[in-house]
């Protein structure tokens, strides 16, 4: 297994941001002997108030929270993004990155990084993969991104939206009357009286309780939590400081329809047991021209999927799945 850093410049695709944009991508190479006939790259974004480094989580005490490594040593290219404005990219005014720059970035650093592994300069030694196949996974915000992505560029083969609602994302809570009192308060976010999560109103509102299952190690709740969240005064490696503001209107009712009615490749929409997704078993209807879209739900996973004692079974779901279509698609030709 290979690790490389990189900082991938994709100025020409925000140039509205007026200064230079990099952002930062971390790909982790399998053996090239275990990777399927059909090579496949899993392009993986975070949520927000996370970083890239969410997918190569590391915590003293404990084993087999790094899903890069987990991916790669099952045969998958693994390539984690920071968004623009998040993590150790390029983090221009928060307010100037709307949906399309999300979108148009991430579809740059996408193809940039696809043409090193196509064309064998991805790192040295690692050979080059004409036939590579590209999903475009994402969590929670990063979800919402690869959907936006895919709708306006048709960046990738397949994607794997996962945390994330085609329909309408919702936090869950405790109970009915705080679920509630959590959407409305978004009725000033639909206004367009709030457009950032630095001015929305958190009061009331759990953030554990949806986040993290029960039998999270505590010490590894406290490190996540510890910073404050969603507004993080201080972050872990696999935190972010910053949350582009657009990323508030993620949580309206519709936001991704039209993207999402546009997809065409096949779609693994992923959520935990206690998720964002208020109605998992409608999300496929919100992809209506894809022929091939498939709906898991682990068990004991709450929203930050990555931190559940049952992570490794959406890993692997997601390294089957990808494995499948990839070659469903080489049947086809």
Same mark, same amino acid.
């Given at each position: $297994?290979?690790?490389?850093?990189?900082?991938?410049?994709?100025?020409?695709?925000?140039?509205?941001?007026?200064?230079?944009?990099?952002?930062?991508?971390?790909?982790?190479?399998?053996?090239?002997?275990?990777?399927?006939?059909?090579?496949?790259?899993?392009?993986?974004?975070?949520?927000?108030?996370? #970083?890239?480094?969410?997918?190569? $989580?590391?915590?003293?005490?404990?084993?087999?929270?790094?899903?890069?490594?987990?991916?790669?040593?099952? *045969?998958?290219?693994?390539?984690?993004?920071?968004?623009? *404005?998040?993590?150790? #990219?390029?983090?221009?005014?928060?307010?100037?990155?709307?949906?399309?720059?999300?979108?148009?970035?991430?579809?740059?650093?996408?193809?940039?990084?696809?043409? #090193? /592994?196509?064309? *064998?300069?991805?790192?040295?030694?690692?050979?080059?993969?004409?036939?590579?196949?590209?999903?475009? $996974?994402?969590?929670s915000m990063g979800g919402g991104v690869s959907i936006l992505t895919q709708g306006r560029f048709a960046t990738f083969d397949a994607i794997a939206p996962f945390g994330v609602s085609a329909i309408h994302t919702a936090l869950p809570q405790r109970d009915?009357?705080?679920?509630?009192?959590?959407?409305?308060?978004?009725?000033?976010?639909?206004?367009?009286?709030?457009?950032?999560?630095?001015?929305?109103?958190?009061?009331?509102?759990?953030?554990?309780?949806?986040?993290?299952?029960?039998?999270?190690?505590?010490?590894?709740?406290?490190?996540?939590?510890?910073?404050?969240?969603?507004?993080?005064?201080?972050?872990?490696?696999?935190?972010?400081?910053?949350?582009?503001?657009?990323?508030?209107? $993620?949580?309206?009712? *519709?936001?991704?329809?039209?993207?999402?009615?546009?997809?065409?490749?096949?779609?693994?929409?992923?959520?935990?047991?206690?998720?964002?997704?208020?109605?998992?078993?409608?999300?496929?209807?919100?992809?209506?021209?894809?022929?091939d879209v498939s709906l898991f739900i682990v068990p004991r996973m709450a929203h930050m999927h990555n931190f559940a004692s049952t992570r490794a079974i959406l890993w692997q779901r997601l390294n089957d799945w990808s494995r499948m279509v990839a070659a469903?698609?080489?049947? /086809?030709?």
């Open positions: $297994m290979l690790r490389v850093h990189k900082r991938i410049d994709v100025t020409m695709a925000a140039p509205q941001l007026g200064d230079r944009v990099e952002m930062a991508v971390t790909l982790t190479l399998p053996d090239p002997s275990a990777m399927p006939d059909r090579p496949v790259a899993i392009f993986a974004c975070p949520g927000g108030g996370y #970083s890239r480094h969410y997918f190569m $989580m590391r915590f003293e005490g404990h084993e087999g929270y790094d899903e890069a490594e987990w991916q790669a040593r099952h *045969g998958l290219i693994h390539v984690a993004i920071d968004h623009v *404005g998040v993590g150790e #990219s390029s983090i221009p005014d928060l307010s100037s990155i709307d949906f399309q720059t999300m979108a148009a970035t991430h579809d740059a650093c996408v193809r940039q990084v696809a043409a #090193s /592994l196509r064309d *064998g300069t991805a790192a040295e030694g690692f050979p080059g993969l004409p036939s590579l196949f590209l999903v475009g $996974m994402g969590q009915k009357a705080a679920f509630e009192h959590g959407m409305r308060r978004f009725d000033r976010v639909a206004s367009g009286e709030v457009t950032s999560h630095l001015d929305h109103d958190h009061e009331g509102v759990d953030y554990v309780y949806p986040f993290h299952w029960e039998d999270v190690p505590a010490d590894i709740l406290e490190e996540d939590m510890k910073g404050g969240y969603p507004i993080r005064q201080t972050a872990p490696i696999f935190g972010s400081l910053t949350i582009p503001h657009c990323a508030v209107r $993620m949580m309206l009712p *519709g936001v991704f329809a039209e993207d999402a009615a546009r997809l065409t490749v096949p779609v693994l929409v992923g959520d935990g047991e206690r998720d964002t997704c208020p109605e998992p078993y409608r999300e496929p209807s919100a992809y209506s021209a894809s022929r469903a698609e080489d049947g /086809l030709h």
